[in-house]
C-alpha cells in the first residue's frame, strides 16, 4: 500500500476506493457492482471518526485508510449476519443482500469480508495494531452471542445493557480512535475510553429508534428488537433514573471532555461530534416518545 505523507489528507472518497478495490482482487469481482452498496455505503461513522482522528493527530494515511476501512468492512460483515439472524429485509433502502442471494451467501460474504479487513491490518506490519484490531473484533462478536445466546438467563438491568452497547458497537468505534492516536499512552488511553463513550451513545440511539423510529420512512427494518425479546435501551425509557437519551448527551460530553488537554485532538473531536455524529443521533433520538425528550 502507498505511504502518503500525513499532510495529505484523505476522506470518505479514499476509503470506499480501497475497500472497493480489495473486493475486487477476490473471486467475487464479477460481482462488484452487485457487492458495493451492501459494503461501501450507508453512514460510515466509524470511517469518518477515524478520519477525524487520523488527520488531527497527523497519522501516517496509509495507516488512516487502512484503519478506517478496516473498521467499516467489520461493520458491513457484521451487517450482513444481523440481517440473516434477524430475518431483516431491507438495508440501507434496498432489499437486504440476503434477500437477493439467500441467508448463506450473505454469511459467507461477511466471512470474506471479516477476513479480508484483519488482511488488511496486518499488511501494516504492527503486531500491537494487529492484536488491537482482533481484540475489537473478538469483544464485538462476543457482545453479540452474549446477547444472542444469553440474554435470558438474568434479569433485565440498565449496567447490563450498557455493558451491551459498550461492547457491541464501542469496540470498534474504540479501535478507530486508539489505532490513530500515535505513540503518546495518554493520549491512547482517552482516545479508547471517548471511542468506546461515543459507541455506547451510538448503539443507545439506535436502540431507541429501532423501537419508536418510523417504520415507513426508515431505510431498514425497525422493531426487529422486540421481536427477538432483545432487552435494550428502549426497554428503560420508563425508567425515570435510566435516562437513555441523558446518558447518550454525557456519553457525548465526556468523550470531548477527556480530550481537551490536547487542543488539536480535541478540535478534530469536536468537529466530527457537531458535524457527524450528533445529526445522526439527534434524528435517532427524535422518535421518543414526547415525554421522554430532553
Not at 120 to 125: A, F, K, P, T, Y
Amino acid at each position: 500500500m502507498k505511504i502518503k505523507n500525513p499532510a495529505d489528507s484523505c476522506g470518505l472518497d479514499d476509503v470506499r476506493g480501497l475497500i472497493i478495490s480489495r473486493i475486487g482482487k477476490t473471486s467475487l469481482a464479477p460481482l462488484l457492482d452487485e457487492l458495493v452498496p451492501a459494503l461501501a455505503s450507508g453512514k460510515m461513522l466509524r470511517a469518518k471518526l477515524a478520519l477525524a482522528v487520523g488527520n488531527a493527530t497527523g497519522a501516517a494515511q496509509n495507516l488512516v485508510l487502512a484503519a478506517a476501512a478496516a473498521v467499516e468492512m467489520v461493520h458491513a460483515a457484521s451487517l450482513l449476519h444481523d440481517d440473516v439472524i434477524d430475518g431483516s429485509s431491507l438495508r440501507r433502502g434496498s432489499p437486504s443482500f440476503w434477500r437477493r442471494r439467500g441467508a448463506s451467501g450473505a454469511v459467507i460474504l461477511g466471512d470474506l469480508i471479516l477476513c479480508d479487513a484483519v488482511l488488511l491490518i496486518h499488511e501494516l506490519g504492527d503486531p500491537e495494531l494487529m492484536k488491537l484490531f482482533l481484540a475489537a473484533t473478538r469483544e464485538l462478536c462476543e457482545t453479540e452471542a452474549e446477547q444472542e445466546l444469553l440474554s435470558g438467563m438474568a434479569a433485565p438491568s440498565w449496567e447490563n445493557c450498557l455493558d451491551t452497547a459498550r461492547g457491541k458497537t464501542g469496540a470498534l468505534f474504540s479501535f478507530a480512535s486508539t489505532a490513530l492516536a500515535g505513540d503518546n499512552p495518554d493520549i491512547r488511553s482517552a482516545l479508547s475510553e471517548s471511542g468506546y463513550e461515543l459507541g455506547t451513545a451510538y448503539q443507545i440511539a439506535d436502540d431507541i429508534y429501532d423501537a419508536h423510529g418510523d417504520r415507513f420512512t426508515a431505510d431498514k427494518n425497525l422493531g426487529s428488537d422486540a421481536e427477538h425479546g432483545k432487552i435494550t435501551a428502549a426497554y428503560f425509557l420508563v425508567e425515570p433514573s435510566c435516562a437513555p437519551a441523558g446518558t447518550v448527551r454525557r456519553l457525548c460530553e465526556s468523550s470531548l471532555e477527556r480530550l481537551k488537554p490536547w487542543r488539536h485532538v480535541a478540535k478534530g473531536w469536536r468537529h466530527y461530534l457537531e458535524s457527524d455524529f450528533m445529526p445522526q443521533v439527534d434524528s435517532f433520538l427524535a422518535c421518543m416518545p414526547s415525554g421522554d425528550k430532553l
